[in-house]
Nanobody, 115 residues
Framework: QVQLVESGGGLVQAGGSLRLSCTASGRISGILAAAWYRQAPGKERELAAS???????DYADSVKGRFSISRDRNWKFAYLQMNNLEPEDTATYFC?????????WGQGTQVTVSS
């Protein structure tokens, strides 16, 4: 089992920045990829960014050029640097770790961007 805890959310003005952290514990040796998802009120959960063991990254079109995903080499931490935030980025942000045959989710951290 892998346990994930997100942190770093908060209230920020449009144009500001936040850095989200995802702290992993448990059996992290088999992790293959990590991702950040977000879910706004009344909307489906959507993928914001992902990163593989090889370091390949992928981003939703809506966050490209503004968000950056990274991780430490041991999969103890995953990060989401969010710059030039927009009110449309307001959502609960969740991290997900993927191993062979399983996926793990954190409880989420709230990000609110005021206009």
């Amino acid at each position: 089992q892998v346990q994930l805890v997100e942190s770093g959310g908060g209230l920020v003005q449009a144009g500001g920045s936040l850095r989200l952290s995802c702290t992993a514990s448990g059996r992290i040796s088999g992790i293959l990829a990590a991702a950040w998802y977000r879910q706004a009120p009344g909307k489906e959960r959507e993928l914001a960014a992902s990163i593989t063991a090889g370091g390949s990254t992928d981003y939703a079109d809506s966050v490209k050029g503004r968000f950056s995903i990274s991780r430490d080499r041991n999969w103890k931490f995953a990060y989401l640097q969010m710059n030039n935030l927009e009110p449309e980025d307001t959502a609960t942000y969740f991290c997900k770790f993927v191993s062979r045959g399983a996926q793990y989710w954190g409880q989420g951290t709230q990000v609110t961007v005021s206009s």
